[in-house]
């Protein structure tokens, strides 16, 4: 048995994880902190660029510390995607905060974009639906609302670039400005089909390309740890780096079309293969899933933008101290009682694309009592997931299978069961929680040649409602979606 170690690192919007994977797939040591998200106006998200390397710096000492004398192999590096800065290209200092995912303050520039009739030439380079949720608009705002940063960027004296790229130059010590393929593919000025940056796509949301990172194969040697980056010895190389929804999926051990991930997080990410590039025609996203190699392994995507955090937002309303004082709420009743929660606080993502949406509660009546708000509010993370299940079903124009879960609404068993029930398929829940870190650390394996098992389930869910029954359920969603969309 091989003994090689990889540190895999998971830069999450909530939290920044470590995890020492061996090669079964074995977390010897772990070690994470949160991280703080600010909203300094309504519809905007930012978090500090310097927090997050710092946090990253403190988890993997944490780790080295309890590894002792362990040799570690590597670093893999899964990221919080779509969120992007821009920094000094000389002093390696941010110019401004981390635009996070869920930051709304594009939306103008992509509706000018719409309004001028780019939108179908933007979707077709990039598979990517015109929507604040993806970076190029966001670098475009950095770029006008920070005093003299358009002009530097033309001069070459700034960089810009995901949550990787970021961390890749803090570990490189700034010798290493790149990305993968997988999240390059999220970016909105990465043509998915020619896999380059397009001249067109920056010029049209007024991106200096000349910020841009280079773009490697996700299993590529990225570089190596500078002296007094990190805890590790210098010379620690990247192995690997890839978006954390694309290495939920690897870490599942998906490597054919047919089963779809869902990652319950913050948000959801729904991913399935595909064999080729596919056009989306229901409000999907088409992106790449990784790279290896050289070789690109296309997917479709669906974005959820409020899932998880839908239970901690609804316990909030309530004046309960958690999600999970919520789900103990919501299990006293059968169910919701006719009241559906359309969390749309920060606009409506896949399938829909509707950024102006706003959260809804429908269905109320003389009967309804807090356990039943608690139940919409779980049952909507499991509707929004079937929303986007159906569509990626429609694209690829074929049913599709099991639905593998991870992240934290994956531990719960109500939404779960609930979730099997309106999708009429199995789920299955992944046995760890730290599926895109392992996913990371599998990918990284693999560039040494090594092939690390995919995470197994710890619980399975069979469809137990009667078709008719689920119907009508997803029925009541749909009217109140509608209603929602018609506000």
Not at 446 to 473: C, N, W, Y
């Given at each position: 048995m091989t003994s090689e170690l990889i540190l895999a690192i998971d830069q999450g919007t909530t939290n920044t994880k470590a995890l020492l994977v061996d090669a079964t797939g074995r977390v010897l040591h772990q070690a994470s902190v949160p991280n703080i998200v600010t909203y300094p106006q309504p519809g905007w998200a930012e978090q500090s660029a310097t927090a997050l390397v710092d946090g990253v710096k403190t988890v993997i000492a944490e780790v080295v510390a309890k590894a002792g004398s362990a040799d570690i192999a590597g670093i893999a590096i899964s990221n919080q995607r779509e969120s992007i800065l821009v920094w000094d290209a000389a002093t390696g200092k941010p110019t401004g905060p981390v635009v996070i995912w869920q930051c709304r303050r594009s939306a103008p520039k992509c509706d000018a974009l719409r309004a001028a009739g780019h939108a179908e030439t933007i979707e077709a380079k990039t598979g990517l639906a015109l929507d604040p949720l993806f970076p190029a608009a966001k670098i475009a705002w950095l770029l006008d609302n920070t005093p003299g940063a358009r002009a530097r960027?033309?001069?070459?004296?700034?960089?810009?670039?995901?949550?990787?790229?970021?961390?890749?130059?803090?570990?490189?010590?700034?010798?290493?400005?790149?990305?993968?393929?997988?999240?390059?593919?999220?970016?909105?000025?990465?043509?998915?089909?020619?896999?380059?940056?397009?001249?067109?796509?920056?010029?049209?949301?007024?991106?200096?390309?000349?910020?841009?990172?280079?773009?490697?194969?996700?299993?590529?040697?990225?570089?190596?740890?500078?002296?007094?980056?990190?805890?590790?010895?210098?010379?620690?190389?990247?192995?690997?780096?890839?978006?954390?929804?694309?290495?939920?999926?690897?870490g599942h051990g998906v490597r054919s079309p047919g089963t779809v991930k869902a990652t319950y997080g913050t948000g959801t990410s729904l991913m399935a293969l595909t064999p080729n590039r596919v056009r989306s025609t229901h409000g999907?996203?088409?992106?790449?899933?990784?790279?290896?190699?050289?070789?690109?392994?296309?997917?479709?995507?669906?974005?959820?933008?409020?899932?998880?955090?839908?239970?901690?937002?609804?316990?909030?309303?309530?004046?309960?101290?958690?999600?999970?004082?919520?789900?103990?709420?919501?299990?006293?009743?059968?169910?919701?009682?006719?009241?559906?929660?359309?969390?749309?606080?920060?606009?409506?993502?896949?399938?829909?694309?509707?950024?102006?949406?706003?959260?809804?509660?429908?269905?109320?009546?003389?009967?309804?009592?807090?356990?039943?708000?608690?139940?919409?509010?779980?049952?909507?993370?499991?509707?929004?997931?079937?929303?986007?299940?159906?569509?990626?079903?429609?694209?690829?124009?074929?049913?599709?299978?099991?639905?593998?879960?991870?992240?934290?609404?994956?531990?719960?068993?109500?939404?779960?069961?609930?979730?099997?029930?309106?999708?009429?398929?199995?789920?299955?829940?992944?046995?760890?929680?730290?599926?895109?870190?392992?996913?990371?650390?599998?990918?990284?394996?693999?560039?040494?040649?090594?092939?690390?098992?995919?995470?197994?389930?710890?619980?399975?869910?069979a469809p137990a409602m009667d078709a008719e029954t689920a119907q009508k359920h997803r029925q009541r969603w749909q009217f109140a979606v509608t209603q929602t969309l018609a506000t």
């Amino acid at each position: 048995m091989t003994s090689e170690l990889i540190l895999a690192i998971d830069q999450g919007t909530t939290n920044t994880k470590a995890l020492l994977v061996d090669a079964t797939g074995r977390v010897l040591h772990q070690a994470s902190v949160p991280n703080i998200v600010t909203y300094p106006q309504p519809g905007w998200a930012e978090q500090s660029a310097t927090a997050l390397v710092d946090g990253v710096k403190t988890v993997i000492a944490e780790v080295v510390a309890k590894a002792g004398s362990a040799d570690i192999a590597g670093i893999a590096i899964s990221n919080q995607r779509e969120s992007i800065l821009v920094w000094d290209a000389a002093t390696g200092k941010p110019t401004g905060p981390v635009v996070i995912w869920q930051c709304r303050r594009s939306a103008p520039k992509c509706d000018a974009l719409r309004a001028a009739g780019h939108a179908e030439t933007i979707e077709a380079k990039t598979g990517l639906a015109l929507d604040p949720l993806f970076p190029a608009a966001k670098i475009a705002w950095l770029l006008d609302n920070t005093p003299g940063a358009r002009a530097r960027a033309e001069a070459g004296e700034l960089r810009t670039g995901t949550v990787d790229s970021w961390l890749l130059w803090n570990l490189t010590g700034g010798a290493v400005h790149a990305t993968d393929h997988s999240n390059a593919s999220r970016t909105q000025l990465f043509n998915t089909e020619s896999l380059n940056w397009d001249a067109d796509l920056c010029a049209l949301f007024g991106v200096p390309q000349n910020m841009l990172a280079e773009v490697k194969s996700s299993d590529t040697n990225f570089g190596v740890t500078a002296e007094g980056a990190t805890a590790l010895p210098a010379g620690t190389p990247i192995l690997a780096m890839i978006g954390d929804s694309h290495a939920a999926l690897f870490g599942h051990g998906v490597r054919s079309p047919g089963t779809v991930k869902a990652t319950y997080g913050t948000g959801t990410s729904l991913m399935a293969l595909t064999p080729n590039r596919v056009r989306s025609t229901h409000g999907i996203s088409s992106t790449i899933a990784w790279s290896q190699n050289g070789h690109v392994q296309h997917a479709l995507e669906g974005n959820i933008s409020v899932s998880g955090q839908t239970a901690a937002f609804a316990a909030e309303l309530l004046g309960l101290a958690d999600a999970a004082a919520l789900s103990a709420l919501a299990e006293t009743v059968p169910d919701s009682n006719g009241t559906a929660f359309v969390p749309a606080m920060v606009g409506l993502g896949a399938p829909y694309w509707r950024a102006d949406a706003r959260g809804t509660i429908t269905g109320l009546s003389l009967g309804t009592k807090p356990a039943h708000l608690a139940r919409a509010a779980l049952e909507a993370i499991a509707f929004q997931v079937a929303d986007v299940y159906s569509a990626m079903e429609a694209d690829t124009g074929s049913p599709l299978g099991e639905l593998r879960a991870d992240g934290g609404a994956s531990r719960n068993a109500t939404v779960m069961q609930f979730q099997s029930d309106i999708l009429g398929r199995p789920v299955a829940a992944a046995a760890a929680p730290e599926v895109s870190a392992l996913g990371a650390a599998a990918l990284a394996f693999s560039a040494l040649g090594i092939s690390m098992p995919g995470v197994p389930a710890a619980g399975r869910f069979a469809p137990a409602m009667d078709a008719e029954t689920a119907q009508k359920h997803r029925q009541r969603w749909q009217f109140a979606v509608t209603q929602t969309l018609a506000t």
